[in-house]
Each structure stands twice: as structure tokens, then as C-alpha cells.
């Protein structure tokens, strides 16, 4: 129901755009993250905002990273600017809510972005 895509090879200081597209009203109705997953690491969250648009950055990208969502065409966004080679990694974005007690989490496919030095 989710995918993610944008991602690509870009130089150290470059800027990419990454899209999670969603079907239906999924995204619209959900909170939404966006995480990575670089080689031999653990998966950890990069940014998240809320259904009621409150936003959240983990500190490695405050600054650089921008989370947005365009409820209307059901799509969320990473802006990512003065990429860094640490920043490499499998981006994968995430539509998640509770409904009474019912938990409701899904995951894109993941778009590979490469920060070349």
C-alpha cells in the first residue's frame, strides 16, 4: 500500500526528494515516518509527522531534513539537503495509527540512496 521511491547517487552536499506514495486514504489517516537502514546497521527512524502534522527529526538530521505530507494526493515527502555519505542508506517510509484498539503499520518498499564523498 505504500511506495517509497526518489532515491539515487548524489555527491556529499547535494539534495534528493524522496516520495511514499499510498493507495486509498491510508496515508491521509495515519501518522507517517520515514526511516533508513544502511549496511550492517540497525534500522532507525530519520523523521516522523503526525496526522495532525506535528513533526519529528532525530538529531543526525535536524537542519538538514525536511518531512512533509500532501494529505490530498495521499503522499508524504523527505527533503533531504547537505546530504552527507553517512546518510547512505535504504530509506523506507511508514503509515501507522491505532483505532480503538485495532494497530494499523505499514511499511514501503524502500528507495536506496547513496551519498558518494
Known amino acids: 500500500q505504500l511506495q517509497a521511491y526518489g532515491g539515487g547517487l548524489v555527491q556529499a552536499g547535494g539534495s534528493l526528494r524522496l516520495s511514499c506514495a499510498a493507495s486509498?486514504?491510508?496515508?491521509?489517516?495515519?501518522?507517517m515516518g520515514w526511516y533508513r537502514q544502511a549496511p550492517g546497521k540497525e534500522r532507525e527512524l530519520v523523521a516522523s509527522?503526525?496526522?495532525?502534522?506535528?513533526?519529528n527529526y532525530a538529531d543526525f538530521v535536524k537542519g538538514r531534513f525536511t518531512i512533509s505530507r500532501d494529505n490530498a494526493k495521499n503522499t508524504g515527502y523527505l527533503q533531504m539537503d547537505s546530504l552527507k555519505p553517512e546518510d547512505t542508506g535504504v530509506y523506507y517510509c511508514?503509515?501507522?495509527?491505532?483505532?480503538?484498539?485495532?494497530?494499523?503499520?505499514?511499511w514501503g518498499q524502500g528507495t536506496l540512496v547513496t551519498v558518494s564523498s
Open positions: 509527522v503526525s496526522r495532525g502534522g506535528t513533526t
Open positions: 486509498g486514504s491510508t496515508l491521509s489517516i495515519s501518522n
Open positions: 511508514r503509515a501507522y495509527r491505532t483505532e480503538l484498539v485495532v494497530k494499523y503499520n505499514y
